[in-house]
Every structure is written in C-alpha cells, then in structure tokens.
C-alpha cells in the first residue's frame, strides 16, 4: 500500500481472498507487480446471498485476470481456476503445520494418549460450520454399535456462534459413549 504523505507506488501488491481480489485491476494501474492468494470459493458456502455471492465470484474473475501471479493452496483451487479461467499464471504453495517434535511417533500410543481404540474411530478435521457437513457425520455417527464408538474433538478455545451447535451436538452425542475426549486447541495470534 502507499505510504502516507508518500507518491512512490509500491513494488509487489499481495492481496489475499477473492473478496479482496475486486482491487487487483486498480493496483495494477499503479503499475506493481500484484500476487493474490485464492484460499478457497467463499461463494460456495452458505451464510452468503446471492448478491454477495456474485461480488465473490466477481473477484474471483477479476484477480485470476488482472493478477501477475495466483497463489493457490491446493490443486483443487487450481484444477478450478485452470479449468474456469484457462489460467496458466498458478503457482501451489500449500498451507503449512507445525510437526510437534514432543508428539508420539507410534500410531497405537498416539490413540491410547486420546482414549481412542485403533480401527474404532472417525477423524473429521476442519471448521465448525455448518457447510462442512459435520452434522452429517455426527448422525451417521448415532448410527453405529455402541461397541464402535469414540471420539475426539478439537476446535477454537473461543468458538462463534455458528460452530457452538455443531460442537454441541458432536460432544453431547460422544460423552453417550464408553469412550470420549475433548480437545480444543487453542487459537495463536500470529
């Protein structure tokens, strides 16, 4: 961005979303170089109208047109925009994790730490809204003999109010089995 009082364009403009994305054409006409990073179809998920929806999409469009390089974080995003766009300007770079260094490298320990029997659970990871279908999965989860239930569950140390539900629902139906753990992590502020 320019700096205040300052007429020197900048050199590289990073835009990060499709929302954002909209102001790809308008920093190029500053004449930087402009990289966006598309982290997923946000029009696809369910808390937005259609006119939000269309803005989204909108942007979308504009940055994979107008940006000198999409940064995209799986190959799905860029089967996608390769496809839609006929783009060849993708480059992957994938989300990182942190490997625990302290974390059991034996796959029987690391289920005993949680409580739960090998072959005896499901793993869902992923947000706590409603378009990731977990409640889909907590339901199929009901359905099964009690004999092979456990479960683990993680989320936010501070949830909003669109996962509460889900969290609920997922704890509520696994402290009905013989055996359950909770574990929410903790959100960083980085």
Not at 78 to 106: F, Q, S
Not at 136 to 159: F, M, V, W
Not at 161 to 175: A, E, G, N, P
Request: with cysteine; hydrophobic share 35%; charged share 25%.
């Amino acid at each position: 961005m320019l700096r205040k009082n300052s007429q020197i364009p900048p050199d590289i403009v990073h835009i990060h979303a499709i929302g954002p994305a909209l102001f790809v054409p308008l920093f190029r006409l500053t004449g930087a170089k402009v990289i966006y990073t598309h982290h997923g179809q946000d029009y696809m998920r369910a808390k937005w109208g259609r006119f939000a929806k269309f803005v989204l999409k909108m942007g979308e469009r504009l940055g994979t047109r107008f940006s000198h390089r999409i940064i995209v974080i799986s190959n799905y995003i860029d089967d996608c925009l390769k496809r839609l766009y006929k783009t060849r300007r993708t480059v992957l770079i994938r989300n990182g994790v942190e490997i625990r260094t302290d974390a059991p490298k034996d796959e029987a320990i690391a289920l005993a730490h949680l409580g739960i029997e090998p072959k005896k659970y499901i793993l869902a990871c992923g947000r706590f809204v409603e378009e990731k279908g977990f409640h889909d999965l907590i339901e199929a989860y009901q359905k099964l003999p009690e004999n092979c239930r456990g479960a683990s569950h993680a989320g936010p140390a501070t949830p909003r109010l669109d996962s509460k539900k889900i969290m609920h629902d997922s704890i509520s139906h696994s402290l009905r089995t013989s055996t359950s753990k909770q574990a929410f992590l903790q959100e960083r502020n980085t």
